[in-house]
């Protein structure tokens, strides 16, 4: 092979990389974009900017390097490139609907049993409104959530139940099956999927009820124990 023939072939060589570089970098910015500002969607609790901090860092970075933190009141994500060197990050967020006490903490918690965010028993007055479960064995948890999938059940027909019931009822001891209403009203059931004509006898019961008055589901009846 001549002189000649030689530079062509190494031209040949370094063209072809030059290309293949070339088509790498146009794929990575059709595929793999590089991103220098983030668009935050679906927030309710957490802070926008809090988490465009966690999630994106100074300076442009290509789509697949961003990540997303594990935060239990993040339930799911989409992540997009919506152009201009734009991410859209759709987030859906679990939503409090009830107060927790595991632990000897109390959690401000999901419907799927995740522990939101602590409540120290003095700020407790603040988050008037939610119904707190408590009596829940240390073995149904791990750190941040309820594991058992019946505990989580049961929780969720409670709070299933109409908005006028539901309000009526303060606390909820999960084990012993037993509702807690104002006047330290408490009532016993067998099971808490209770009919809608059984939620009327119950709230019947609470109205007309002396303080501290106790009641004992039996075969669709309520017994009223001994006040203590």
Known sequence: MDFAARIRFVMGIIGFFVVLFVVKEVLALNFDPIVYNLQIEGLKYLNPS????KVMPIGGVHLSKLT??????????????????????????????????????????????????????AA?????????????DSLNLNDDRIINPMIVKEIDTILSYPSWFRKKILEVDVKKKTLYFVKGVSVKVQSFALSSTVQQVISKLVENSEIGSRYFEIEKNFVHLPNL
């Open 124 to 136: 407790l007055y603040k988050a008037t409104g939610y119904t707190i479960f408590f009596d829940i």
């Open 50 to 53: 809090y988490l465009k901090l």
């Open 68 to 121: 997303v933190p594990s935060d239990p009141f993040i339930k799911s994500y989409t992540l997009n490139y919506v152009g201009n060197g734009m991410a859209l990050l759709d987030v859906k967020e679990r939503s409090i609907v009830c107060i927790i006490y595991a632990n000897g903490k109390y959690f401000l918690a999901s419907k799927d049993g995740y522990f939101l965010l602590e409540v120290p028993k």
